[in-house]
């Protein structure tokens, strides 16, 4: 089976703007789990989407949003970016409730 | 609160000697236990998992971990380190089936093992 895809891998974006993160699960995956990584604060959890739906959320501003479709694909997006966003966003699947988390190679966000 | 606790920032160990990182975790009833590796620049990958029975799991590449109910801690281990095992470590907790907190990892702040030649 192929691993979990995230695309794009690198993004440059300025203060202000907005960008949108794709992660593609393992296939037959239907949860699938953002993480932020930062030096700072290490790995922290943003939300997770099970079957379309929110079903959890981390301690994060509004400006962090995320929606999942129905073949299991989720997007993450944030608005109106800070230097603070900077950071490796990681998406993981699992196939199931509370089951092992399988990680994407992340994408790497700068903001400038 | 639920809380993991990697107490070793940086560890370097020679290569061919054992490796033992040190996981303590709080979490209100028994979690689901993780150890993750990550190489630089890449995501996270599996090394291991405990959910229940046998308190003494084996993982890839020749690492095994140990669960201690008494002591809150879930320690990673290996006999013998070689230089490509050089990554940052991290130790994780989840909920169990049927928890509310769904798909969420807590993690440590990591280990970076450093491996001498």
């Known amino acids: 089976k192929a691993g979990v895809t995230q695309t794009p891998r690198y993004l440059i974006k300025t203060r202000g703007q907005q960008v949108t993160l794709s992660c593609s699960p393992i296939?037959?995956?239907?949860?699938v789990s953002w993480y932020q990584q930062t030096p700072g604060q290490g790995l922290q959890f943003l939300f997770e989407?099970?079957?379309?739906?929110?079903?959890n959320k981390g301690n994060f501003p509004g400006r962090f949003s995320g929606r999942q479709f129905s073949n299991s694909r989720s997007e993450m997006n944030v608005s109106t970016l800070e230097l603070g966003d900077s950071a490796l966003y990681l998406c993981?699947?699992?196939?199931?409730?509370?089951?092992?988390?399988?990680f994407g190679p992340g994408t790497r966000l700068l903001v400038l | 609160a639920q809380s993991v606790t990697q107490p070793d920032i940086h560890i370097t160990v020679s290569e061919g000697a054992s490796l033992e990182l040190r996981c303590n975790y709080s979490?209100?009833?028994?979690?689901?236990l993780f150890w993750y590796v990550q190489s630089p620049g890449q995501g996270l990958q599996l090394l291991l998992k405990?959910?229940?029975?046998?308190?003494l799991v084996q993982g890839i590449k020749g690492f095994e971990a140990e669960f201690k109910r008494s002591q809150s801690s879930f320690n990673l281990r290996k006999p013998s380190v070689h230089w490509s095992d050089a990554a940052e470590y991290f130790c994780a907790v989840g909920p169990q089936h049927g928890s509310s907190n769904t798909g969420k990892l807590i993690f440590g702040q990591g280990t970076t093992l450093q491996v001498k030649p």
């Open positions: 296939s037959g995956h239907r949860s």
């Open positions: 979490y209100g009833a028994t979690p689901y």
């Open positions: 989407y099970f079957s379309e739906t929110q079903r």
């Open positions: 405990y959910f229940s029975g046998d308190t």
């Open positions: 993981a699947s699992s196939s199931r409730d509370q089951e092992t988390q399988y």
